[in-house]
């Protein structure tokens, strides 16, 4: 994407049984989490859903989290949702775009907990459920899917706006 390009851009992260949506601002600075919404069963509502939240927005670019293995191989994950983001080219009327999305569940929920947490200065921590712990619960929940897009969103902006 060349430099200087703005618009809002909506950001997803395709989940199993939902999908996460973020949008930018129109200066392409700023992701902010927009909804979560359930998976209908079929590709077509589902894309028809964020038809809809496309226009609404007027963004002109979709980015799609692409979960890589974390050694950034292509596995059985990453194919599906490249499978699917394919489909969702030909019924979007702007362009699609993967981006490498691991470790973004992780991220949402640290920066959730942190939003939830009392001030801890000066008080030791407990380190807690460890990070894969904290995306298991946190997928059972539903309760970051929205934020971990705008994780992949943000992360997609900032690495475009870099010289």
Do not use: H, W, Y
């Amino acid at each position: 994407m060349p430099r200087g390009v703005v618009g809002r851009v909506v950001g997803l992260d395709l989940g199993a049984r939902r999908i996460g949506v973020a949008v930018s601002d129109s200066a392409r600075s700023l992701a902010t989490a927009r909804t979560v919404f359930e998976r209908s069963g079929t590709l077509a509502r589902d894309f028809a859903q964020i038809a809809l939240i496309v226009e609404e927005c007027d963004a002109n670019l979709v980015v799609v989290g692409l979960p890589l293995s974390l050694n950034g191989e292509v596995g059985p994950a990453a194919r599906a949702t490249l499978d699917e983001i394919a489909n969702l080219r030909r019924s979007l009327k702007v362009p699609v775009e993967a981006f490498d999305e691991r470790l973004s569940t992780v991220e949402a929920l640290s920066r959730r907990e942190a939003r939830k947490a009392p001030s801890s200065r000066g008080a030791s921590r407990s380190r807690g459920p460890d990070r894969k712990a904290r995306a298991s619960i946190a997928k059972k929940m539903g309760a970051v899917d929205d934020e971990a897009a705008a994780v992949i969103l943000q992360s997609f902006l900032d690495r475009v706006r870099q010289p």
